[in-house]
């Protein structure tokens, strides 16, 4: 036999150890994780972002004894449901402050997906309302407050706070958010969706084009993606009115104004195909509102318009443009109506809207700056390049995302009377120039809701939920493209008493729900897109 050198000896002897002690431990196997309390999650020092846990607290809500979340600006959430609530603060610099909250339900109730939202604006809030309607469909879910309190407005003078506001409030929300779940259920989620509107629909685009592993799907209503397209429209918007004297259009004048344009052009052939008191593009429609002007024949006396009204309306309408004809403003096709477009309270010392702040601080770094001397043919194209590359997600190409099989939804109302509908249409028109029909449709949807306002409202269907059709998409390989019964989101609006209650199919654009001839129209089943 062949000695063996001492060497060799103490190899086999480790290798014979290790096998011992393996077969002891069952294998070698790691333990599984354990999932841990809800107030364990205090202690924990987190991998994946500097987080200072302030709460982590069972809340034992239920239909008989609800519980009601704070109201940081953004409107509060009465949940009735158990689940574990976390709340702390994410530091990226010394500067940060990017609070958040994470409300997962009970192990019994967790689908094992994860959701994140954001609030809209330009204000900071917790968007409780969004961060329980995804708890209660069954998801860990996710918000953040922009990482700024709602009551600071000269936040953008912190170039950390406005990275954070433009993108990093989102993404290290996500990967805490994601964290703390994984430690709470002791697994991972298995999907993850983003879903938001406004500003908060740009934090879902701008995941996609910065942080493409964050979400397999993403949600964004009425984006504000293109950051400074969309303050310039409002900014057009507002000073079209107050920069002239006699300008300003009361509220009461502008809803007349909204009823002539659809007396014109509501069910009008060639323009809008049914009588329903929504138009399906009010693009078609081309009512002049010079008509309502005071003194001409086809206006009334009682509800006219002055000459600088005329002007001012139509200015936001058609949009700005430089001197030399160059577009830097997008108009509001049937914008002039709504809760959002500016009117007499909008005053040069109180300007409305994200825009002011925008320009003040993040562009120009001076609170008291006068807006009457506002340049179209300079300040449009010096804010782009000065702050574009942190606030605007207007790249066109998201082939990363697609190619990871992540799946996007967007949409707007047509009657959107803050983000001017024609910027999600630009957008959708830019994505498909530059990365091709066919791919845009392998991962991406926009729907145009009719009649419908910011986010919401209106005289449209403008109620209705996308995650489930965004999962089908995700997990199933089920489009919503809006062909037959198990593919077609729905839209709905409750009676009031102005009007009916009514469902509607969504229609990814450029399709539109058209009448099948037969039937109530307030029912959905009675129409096709065509």
């Not at 997008?330 to 809760?339: C, E, F």
Request: proline share 6%; hydrophobic share 35%; glycine share 10%.
């Amino acid at each position: 036999m062949r000695k063996l050198s001492g060497k060799r000896l103490g190899l086999v002897a480790v290798t014979l150890g290790s096998m011992i002690l393996s077969g002891c431990s069952g294998g070698g196997d790691p333990p599984a994780p354990t999932a841990m309390k809800c107030s364990d999650l205090s202690t924990l020092t987190l991998a994946s972002a500097p987080t200072t846990i302030t709460t982590a607290e069972q809340i034992d809500a239920s239909t008989t004894q609800p519980w009601t979340s704070p109201n940081g600006g953004g409107g509060s959430a009465t949940v009735t449901q158990p689940f574990c609530r976390v709340a702390g603060s994410i530091k990226p610099s010394a500067a940060s402050d990017i609070q958040f909250e994470l409300w997962m339900p009970l192990a019994t109730g967790w689908n094992s997906k994860f959701a994140g939202t954001a609030s809209g604006g330009s204000a900071g809030y917790i968007a409780y309302p969004s961060v329980s309607a995804h708890l209660t469909m069954g998801y860990a879910s996710v918000g953040h407050n922009n990482g700024h309190p709602a009551t600071q407005v000269d936040w953008a003078l912190s170039p950390d706070r406005k990275l954070d506001f433009a993108s990093r409030a989102m993404h290290l929300s996500t990967l805490v958010g994601k964290e703390l779940t994984g430690k709470y259920y002791a697994a991972s989620p298995k999907q993850a969706y983003y879903n938001g509107c406004s500003q908060s629909g740009h934090h879902g685009i701008m995941e996609m084009q910065r942080y493409q592993e964050d979400y397999d799907g993403i949600i964004a209503g009425a984006p504000a993606n293109d950051w400074t397209g969309t303050l310039a429209a409002e900014a057009n918007a507002a000073l079209a009115q107050y920069n002239t004297p006699g300008a300003s259009v009361p509220r009461a004048l502008q809803a007349v104004v909204r009823s002539n344009i659809m007396a014109a052009c509501d069910g009008r052939a060639g323009i809008d195909h049914l009588l329903d008191g929504v138009l399906d593009d009010p693009r078609r429609c081309t009512y002049d509102i010079a008509t309502m002007q005071c003194g001409a024949t086809t206006a009334d006396p009682a509800a006219c318009l002055t000459a600088p009204q005329v002007t001012a309306l139509k200015t936001a309408q058609n949009g700005r443009r430089k001197s030399t004809g160059e577009v830097v403003a997008l108009g509001y096709p049937d914008g002039i109506n709504g809760v959002y477009f500016p009117s007499t309270t909008t005053t040069p010392d109180a300007p409305q809207g994200s825009w002011a702040n925008h320009w003040r601080y993040a562009v120009l770094g001076n609170p008291t700056y006068d807006f009457r001397n506002f340049n179209w043919d300079t300040d449009v194209d010096f804010a782009r390049a000065k702050e574009g590359a942190i606030y605007d997600a207007i790249n066109g190409d998201y082939s990363s995302f697609a190619t990871r099989g992540g799946k996007f939804l967007m949409y707007h109302g047509w009657a959107d009377s803050l983000i001017p509908p024609s910027l999600s249409i630009d957008f959708w028109s830019r994505m498909r120039s530059q990365m091709g029909g066919q791919k845009v449709d392998s991962f991406a949807r926009l729907f145009m809701v009719p009649g419908m306002d910011h986010c919401g409202g209106g005289s449209g269907t403008s109620t209705f939920e996308l995650m489930t059709a965004l999962s089908n998409w995700v997990e199933k390989g089920v489009a919503p493209d809006s062909t037959g019964a198990t593919n077609t989101p729905i839209a709905s609006r409750a009676a009031s008493a102005i009007q009916t209650a009514r469902t509607r199919p969504l229609c990814p654009f450029p399709k539109e729900a058209k009448y099948k001839g037969s039937g109530n129209i307030d029912d959905a089943a009675n129409f096709s897109c065509n």
